[in-house]
């Protein structure tokens, strides 16, 4: 059962990402996913999660209107659109999966999430 976060790479401010997040090994249907990222020397940081029918979708302050989540469960896969990027979106991205959707910031919180990626390294210069 892996998660893994693709789609990261170099881009410079303003610029944008794609992130894709897929599941190998079971189906993702039935689980919320959720985005997280740490920068070097900080904390981890939730940024966004979408519920597991693609219903409900949140995000952090930090990214809002700048980043969109989506799913097609056909595909298995959850994908993370990264617009007008700031060198303070540099981090590690990870895709994280749960099957406890709360759809506000205690929906990030890390200790809810069973299945967890390896991540993808964004990096924005300025």
């Known amino acids: 059962f892996q998660l893994q976060a693709s789609g990261g790479g170099l881009v410079q401010t303003g610029g944008s990402l794609r992130l894709s997040c897929a599941a190998s090994?079971?189906?993702?249907?039935?689980?919320?996913i959720g985005w997280f990222r740490q920068a070097p020397g900080k904390e981890r940081e939730g940024v966004s999660l979408?519920?597991?029918?693609?219903?409900?979708?949140f995000y952090a302050d930090s990214v809002k209107g700048r980043f969109t989540i989506s799913r097609d469960n056909a595909k298995n896969t959850i994908d993370l659109q990264m617009n007008s990027l700031r060198p303070e979106d540099t981090a590690v991205y990870s895709c994280?999966?749960?099957?406890?959707?709360?759809?506000?910031?205690?929906?990030?919180?890390?200790?809810?999430?069973?299945?967890w990626g390896q991540g993808t390294l964004v990096t924005v210069s300025s």
């Open positions: 979408i519920s597991s029918s693609g219903d409900s979708t």
């Open positions: 090994g079971f189906s993702l249907h039935y689980y919320a």
């Open positions: 994280a999966a749960t099957l406890s959707f709360i759809g506000d910031s205690r929906g990030l919180t890390p200790s809810l999430y069973t299945r």
